[in-house]
């Protein structure tokens, strides 16, 4: 039998904290095996555990008291790099953005989105995918669309590898991918695995953020 998703989730509100408990708690194949109210406390807790025992995945708050999630998201990686994070906060600020996607965050999603769809958010992620808010994906398409075009020599990508980037950077899984360019999600997940080595990137919005950096995609007309 398959593990459930080992949770931990670093958030100071105690209503939130229950909130996200409850949720949880009605998904077979998740457990919140830890929450913490403060970074400090949860990277004491992540550096001192052993690989078995570090979590899968960690929901993080930004707005922490003394660490904030941003500032603690390096140390996540550092004490636990097989483990994936996902924002989830209030925060829809650009420079928010930026900075956590471009620190290796799996996935921001924002507290005003449903429960449904942050346990859809939690799959997604654990299937090698992304969880993008869609304000947020909004956002980093459009920064995308005012990079210039960078030449031939320049792009790593081949164009089928920026049309599937761009519309996993829009929130797209990789069957409805597959739907929207008529390829299967096997090719799909291929062409996938090909951007990330190409680009250097571990998930999807780190690729995202890496093409807006070079500019390797075409603006409109």
Known sequence: MKSPINIMLIEDSPAYRKVITRTLASETDISLSSQFGTAEIALRSLESASAHAAP????????????????????????????????LTQSNQEADIVTAISQGASGYMLKSNTLDQLTDGIHNVMNGGASLDPTVAKFLIGQ???????????????????????????????????DRLDISPRTVAAHVENIYVKLNVKNAPSAVNKAHQLGIFPTDE
């Open 144 to 178: 995308i669309k005012k990079q210039p075009p960078a030449s031939s020599e320049e792009t790593p990508l081949s164009q089928r590898e920026m049309e599937v980037l761009q519309l996993i950077g829009e929130g797209l899984q990789k069957k409805e991918v597959g």
């Open 56 to 87: 899968d995945l960690v929901l993080l708050d930004l707005n922490l008291p003394g660490m904030s999630g941003l500032e603690a998201l390096p140390w996540i990686h550092e004490y636990s790099p097989d483990t994936k994070v996902i924002i």
